[in-house]
């Protein structure tokens, strides 16, 4: 049975940092490509970053030069390390595994950027 499992969410203030995790098991992560995407009640869920299984990585532009997205193939774990973080960042943050094949998600840990 395939599990993502984030966490690392929470309550931070504007200019803060998280670092969010996700653990992977049930599949074969390294050849996996992986993602974080994040929703907001009543708005469509959007892609943040990516990964692929050789390392490559993408970034949608409101996050660029502040967030960074890893992976540890040995732990069977992705992260992604969040700077300066704007209340507009608040969302529910989702991690997301594809093989081209096969989908999985996380149930999704809430990130909150207030004063």
């Known amino acids: 049975q395939v599990q993502l499992v984030e966490s690392g969410g929470g309550l931070v203030q504007p200019g803060g940092s998280l670092r969010l995790s996700c653990a992977a098991s049930?599949?074969?992560?390294?050849?996996?490509?992986m993602r974080w995407y994040r929703q907001v009640p009543g708005k469509e869920r959007e892609l943040v970053a990516g990964?692929?299984?050789?390392?490559?990585?993408n970034y949608r532009d409101s996050v660029k030069g502040r967030y960074t997205i890893s992976r540890d193939n040995v732990k069977n774990t992705m992260y992604l390390q969040m700077n300066s973080l704007k209340p507009e960042d608040t969302a529910t943050y989702y991690c997301?595994?594809?093989?081209?094949?096969?989908?999985?998600w996380g149930q999704g840990t809430q990130v909150t950027v207030s004063s």
């Open positions: 997301n595994a594809m093989n081209g094949v096969r989908e999985y």
């Open positions: 049930g599949l074969t992560f390294e050849l996996y490509a």
């Open positions: 990964i692929s299984s050789f390392g490559v990585t």
